[in-house]
């Protein structure tokens, strides 16, 4: 059994809840339970949960990878969370507010709360760290860490070499969750920019799509380069009207997923863009899909919260338009190419 090592060299083991036993909730589970944490993965699906504890796998999210033996999973949320340590969240953001109504009785008062979604939610077109303050009460805000970066989760279930960030207002929540994820193919990294690395993370899968219908259109290289590019600067844009820092887009948590997702195979939101850029109709596509592709619903909220901020975020705001507007994806490219000349910027 690996022993997770703290930043002292002194050995720390938590108990920690898992809710969401999709793909990424899964992978992070089974590698909190590898580090030898006593790890517990809440799943909707009782034949997956059944699966789990008799099988060690999840054929339905993560197929063909065997899980640690110690990982256990239960349906219950109240049995899931009560006496973790840490509590760390992998549900659909749409669905977030829900689940945080439905723990936060059986929460313990001095629990770390993370967060490894992506996405803003819609309906308040708030992160999930304020989500967290509405309904926990801002101290918890302490506690709150939000995971995130390059990292597809079937690379990390295969011990893949992956790197992600772990971002808190508090070092010591930030410098714990670090120390239960790190091991040899799992490098993480602390950071104080909760804001910029939630942006990151929802930003970046609406770019993805983006990218994703450029390459479904046959548009090449270039035109890929040039949208990772430009919705760097957008997302840039965004967090600094949200007072997040400049740094963090440069690094895992912006860049590297921003690049990550737009032009691996194993994106769900690159794939969602390359099938609309072949001219399949959204429903359809969405009617395929198992998992959930966050930015579908992210260009909605992005593209409000922009117009909220009066920030310019022309890519989302295109994206939006093909996703929720029919709008036709050749012509938002067309009207891309023919926005008024200006310096970058």
């Known amino acids: 059994m690996t022993m997770t090592m703290t930043t002292d060299g002194t050995v720390a083991i938590e108990r920690i809840a898992v809710i969401g036993g999709g793909s990424w909730g899964t992978a992070l589970a089974g590698r909190l339970a590898a580090n030898g944490n006593d790890t517990i993965l809440w799943a909707y699906e009782q034949e997956l949960v059944a699966e789990i504890n008799s099988s060690h796998t999840n054929s339905l999210y993560l197929p063909g990878i065997n899980l640690h033996p110690t990982l256990a999973c239960t349906g219950n949320l109240e049995e899931a969370v009560t006496g973790r340590s840490i509590v760390l969240l992998v549900t659909p953001v749409q669905v977030m507010r829900g689940v945080f109504k439905q723990l936060a009785p059986s929460i313990s008062p001095h629990a770390i709360i993370a967060n490894a979604s992506k996405g803003i939610e819609l309906e308040t077109l708030h992160t999930v760290s304020q989500i967290c ?10 506690r709150y860490v939000a995971l995130s970066g390059p990292t597809f989760a079937r690379e990390v279930a295969q011990e893949l070499p992956s790197l992600i960030v772990a971002a808190s207002r508090s070092e010591s929540s930030a410098c714990r969750v670090q120390a239960a994820f790190s091991c040899p193919c799992l490098r993480v990294y602390t950071n104080s920019d909760v804001t910029g690395v939630e942006l990151g993370g929802a930003v970046k899968n609406v770019i993805a799509i983006a990218a994703g219908i450029s390459d479904g259109l046959g548009f090449g290289y270039n035109a890929r380069a040039a949208l990772i590019t430009r919705g760097l600067a957008e997302m840039n844009r965004l967090g600094n009207a949200m007072g997040a820092q400049s740094a963090t887009f440069a690094g895992l948590a912006g860049m590297g997923d921003l690049v990550l997702t737009c032009t691996g195979d194993l994106s769900r939101n690159r794939t969602v863009g390359f099938k609309l850029g072949q001219g399949i109709k959204l429903p359809d596509i969405l009617a395929e899909m198992r998992m959930v592709a966050e930015g579908v619903k992210s260009a909605e909220s ?32 067309i009207e891309l190419m023919a926005r008024n000349l200006r310096s970058e910027g």
């Open 133 to 142: 303050g509405e309904l926990l009460g801002s101290a918890a805000l302490v």
């Open 302 to 333: 992005v593209y409000l919260l922009a117009c909220r901020l009066g920030v310019e975020m022309p890519i989302v705001e295109k994206t939006y338009q093909i996703l929720h507007e029919d709008k036709p994806a050749r012509q938002a490219v």
